[in-house]
C-alpha cells in the first residue's frame, strides 16, 4: 500500500470512530433527557384488546350473583385460585392485596378471584377465606358456581389455565390442581387488556402501571 492509500484509509478510520463517538454520546444524551421527563408528559402507551369476556353468570363469597353486567363500567383485576392451595395461592391473594391497597379509594376498580374447586369452596368457604387473608374486603369477589361457568370464564375468556392433577400425580390430598399464577387486567367493557405474572414484584409493578392507564381511559 502507497503512502497515499495509507493516509486515506486512516483518515477514513478517524471519521468512523468520530461519527461512532458522537452517536454514543447523542444516544446516552438522549436517553438521560427521557429520564428527566416528567412521568406525566410521556405519551400513554394503549393497551392491546386480547378477547371479550362473554356474560356469565356465577356467585360469590357473599351469596350474591355476580354477572358481566355488574362489572360493566369498572376495571377489573382477575386471578384463579382455591381455598385447599397448598402451593402459591395464599400468596398470590396477599400479592393480589397488595396491589389493591393502592387503590383503595377507586370504586371503578374491582377485584375478582374465581375458584378451581366448587365442589369445596362454597361461598361461606370462599368468605372465610376472603375474612382470613384479604385486608379490606370491599369490591373483592370470590367467585364459585358450576364447574364449567368457572372453565368458560376462568380459561377460555381470561386466557388462564387450570388442570386437575391426576390422584398418582398429588403429593398430598389437597395437591388438586395446576393453575396459573398470572393476573389479567380488564377494562369498563369486558375486555381482557393484559395478563401479569402475580408472585412476581415485576408483574405487580407493569399490573398498577396499566391499571393506571386503562383507568384514565375513556
Not at 497515499?4 to 433527557?33: C, D, H, M, N, P
Not at 428527566?36 to 371479550?52: G, H, N, Y
Not at 356465577?58 to 351469596?63: A, F, R
Not at 389479567?184 to 369486558?190: F, K, M, P, S, T
Amino acid at each position: 500500500m502507497d503512502k497515499e492509500s495509507s493516509e486515506k484509509s486512516l483518515e477514513r478510520g478517524v471519521w468512523v470512530a468520530l461519527i461512532s463517538v458522537a452517536l454514543v454520546i447523542a444516544t446516552a444524551y438522549l436517553t438521560q433527557t427521557l429520564r428527566r421527563r416528567p412521568q406525566a408528559a410521556l405519551p400513554a402507551a394503549r393497551l392491546p384488546v386480547i378477547s371479550q369476556v362473554s356474560d356469565f353468570g356465577l356467585t360469590n363469597h357473599l351469596g350474591r350473583n355476580l354477572g358481566l353486567a355488574d362489572l360493566l363500567g369498572r376495571v377489573w383485576i382477575a386471578d384463579i385460585i382455591f381455598t385447599r392451595c397448598p402451593g402459591p395461592c395464599v400468596q398470590m391473594t396477599r400479592s393480589m392485596n397488595q396491589v389493591r391497597n393502592q387503590f383503595l379509594d377507586r370504586e371503578d376498580v374491582a377485584w375478582v378471584s374465581i375458584t378451581a374447586d366448587p365442589d369445596h369452596d362454597s361461598p361461606l368457604v370462599l368468605k372465610k377465606y376472603a375474612e382470613k387473608w384479604v385486608e379490606h374486603p370491599q369490591n373483592w369477589h370470590f367467585l364459585t358456581g358450576p364447574k364449567a361457568l368457572l372453565n368458560r370464564l376462568a380459561v377460555d375468556d381470561l386466557k388462564l389455565v387450570v388442570v386437575e392433577k391426576d390422584p398418582v400425580q398429588r403429593m398430598s390430598a389437597e395437591d388438586l390442581f395446576l393453575h396459573s399464577t398470572k393476573f389479567v387486567l380488564l377494562d369498563r367493557q369486558g375486555r381482557l387488556r393484559g395478563i401479569y405474572e402475580g408472585t412476581e414484584q415485576s408483574g405487580r409493578e407493569s399490573l398498577v402501571r396499566d391499571l393506571r392507564i386503562l383507568i384514565a381511559e375513556q
